[in-house]
Nanobody, 118 residues
Framework: QVQPVESGGGLVQAGDSLRLSCAASGRTFSTYTVAWFRQARGKEREFVARLRVIGGSTDYADSVKGRFTISRDNAKSTVYLQMNSLKPEDTAIYYC???????????WGQGTQVTVSS
């Protein structure tokens, strides 16, 4: 069983940076494709970034491309989301997910709140 735990959220001003972390127990965490999603108040959860386990390729939502970077440290069983040039519209709860299946991601964290003030 893998349980991702997010951290690093907070209140920042527009233009600032934050780095979110997602740590998970279990030796198998490094063998999973991982992703970040976010959900703003009153909106549906949306995809932010993905890091594939095979090849290490990445994908980003158009809204964050060029500003956010997903990475991982397998020795620490941790996935990161570096967020630069933050905008008020980036305000949301950010979730870490791992192990993609035909029906979606199998493991989800509880989320960490990011608030960007203008």
């Amino acid at each position: 069983q893998v349980q991702p735990v997010e951290s690093g959220g907070g209140l920042v001003q527009a233009g600032d940076s934050l780095r979110l972390s997602c740590a998970a127990s279990g030796r198998t965490f490094s063998t999973y494709t991982v992703a970040w999603f976010r959900q703003a108040r009153g909106k549906e959860r949306e995809f932010v970034a993905r890091l594939r386990v095979i090849g290490g390729s990445t994908d980003y939502a158009d809204s964050v491309k060029g500003r956010f970077t997903i990475s991982r440290d397998n020795a620490k069983s941790t996935v990161y989301l570096q967020m630069n040039s933050l905008k008020p519209e980036d305000t949301a709860i950010y979730y870490c997910a791992a192990a993609i299946t035909s029906s979606g991601y199998k493991y989800w964290g509880q989320g960490t709140q990011v608030t960007v003030s203008s």
